[in-house]
């Protein structure tokens, strides 16, 4: 199994009857790069940057991040890396931040909220990050956005650290791409003015999913209730696909649906055309993609998803597309 995955590594990410899928995958050391290659990805979708400050014992220090950084970008060549801004809080503790005990973590002082609040930190990160891509592309996303005005305070700050750098005389990015994460379903009320405003949009289905359905994503009891290939999540996951069309702007998603391969197939059914996974799933996503005819099934899940409930006989959306498969 593992050989035929390799060997499709050197094909083209392309549906049965000719739809390109960018398939790229989900990192965050140094360590996972040597799978960009093995894999055959396209690019790094996600690089999530918490994971140097959760294996640290004390918070790493500028030059620190911007060396991890520097490695990431150098390792990926000519291929695009999408970092993520820290994305700590809740229930992922740095044993050196002091915050206050919270009776809902994943509804607490996570990700872009603390990153706005220390600004100092952010601006740190922000820094690194612009250092590290100096003379090429950075690519950087903010997590848990809730509402548009956030996005634009990062962006702010991104744009003072520039003037910082240039100031300073540092050689800053030839060109900048600002996105923001769809994780909290307030955002899919602002779309319109989020892709007024962002250069990507990437969907982090893990925890929209768990906030869609106030199903806690760590608690099996609860989550496995609930399925992401149901109406309701795959209509959310659409319309935020439609409207980023409409608005010419770019939109991935780099959750675990992303790599199951019905998950992938539900995707690109809806109209997803760039998805980001572990490496490990880039081989079986792509072996699907082969056998998929995509012109057929978009139709159909257009149709499931718009037909009243009745229509599907009491079967549920996965088992129909695992007929697909
Ligand atoms: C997500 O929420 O889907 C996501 C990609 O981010 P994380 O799993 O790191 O929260
Ligand atoms: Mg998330």
Same mark, same amino acid.
């Given at each position: 199994r593992q050989e035929r995955y390799r060997e499709l590594r050197d094909q083209p990410s392309r549906s049965r009857d000719g739809t390109e899928l960018t398939l790229l995958m989900n990192a965050g050391l140094v360590f996972d790069m040597p799978h960009l290659e093995e894999s055959g990805a396209a690019g790094i979708g #996600?690089? !999530?940057?918490? #994971?140097?400050?959760? &294996?640290?014992?004390?918070?790493p220090r500028t030059g620190a991040q911007q060396a991890l950084y520097s490695k990431v970008l150098d390792a990926a060549g000519d291929l695009p890396v999408t970092f993520r801004s820290l994305d700590v809080g809740g229930d992922k503790v740095l044993p050196y931040l002091r915050v206050a005990q919270e009776e809902n973590p994943a509804l607490g002082w996570r990700a872009i909220r603390l990153g706005l609040d220390r600004p100092a930190l #952010?601006?740190?990160? &922000? !820094?690194? *990050? *612009?250092? =590290? =891509?100096?003379? !090429? +592309?950075l690519r950087l996303m903010f997590p848990m956005v809730s509402e548009v005005g956030e996005f634009r305070h990062a962006r702010s700050i991104v744009e003072r650290e520039i003037g910082h750098l240039e100031r300073h005389g540092h050689k800053i990015p030839d060109k900048i791409a600002l996105g923001a994460m769809v994780e909290v379903p307030a955002l899919l009320y602002q #779309? @319109? +003015? *989020?892709f007024g405003i962002v250069d990507f949009v990437s &969907?982090?289905?893990? @925890? $929209?999913?768990?906030?869609?359905?106030a199903a806690d994503r760590g608690n099996a009891v609860v989550s496995a209730r609930f399925d992401p290939l149901s109406v309701p999540f795959l209509r959310a996951l659409r319309q935020i696909v439609d409207r980023g069309r409409a608005a010419g702007k770019p939109v991935t998603l780099c959750g675990e649906l992303a790599g199951q391969p019905i998950g992938a *197939?539900? $995707?690109a059914g809806i109209g997803f055309r760039s998805i980001s996974m572990a490496p490990a799933s880039v081989g079986p996503v792509k072996a699907m993609l082969h056998a998929l005819d995509l012109g057929e099934l978009g139709p159909f899940l257009a149709g499931l998803l718009d037909a009243p409930d009745s229509d599907r006989r009491g079967r549920s959306l996965r088992s129909l597309l695992t007929e697909f498969a």
């Open positions: #996600l690089f !999530r940057t918490e #994971l140097q400050f959760m &294996v640290a014992s004390t918070f #952010l601006k740190a990160q &922000v !820094r690194a *990050l *612009l250092k =590290a =891509a100096g003379g !090429r +592309e #779309l @319109d +003015e *989020l &969907v982090g289905s893990n @925890d $929209l999913f768990q906030f869609m359905f *197939l539900a $995707l």
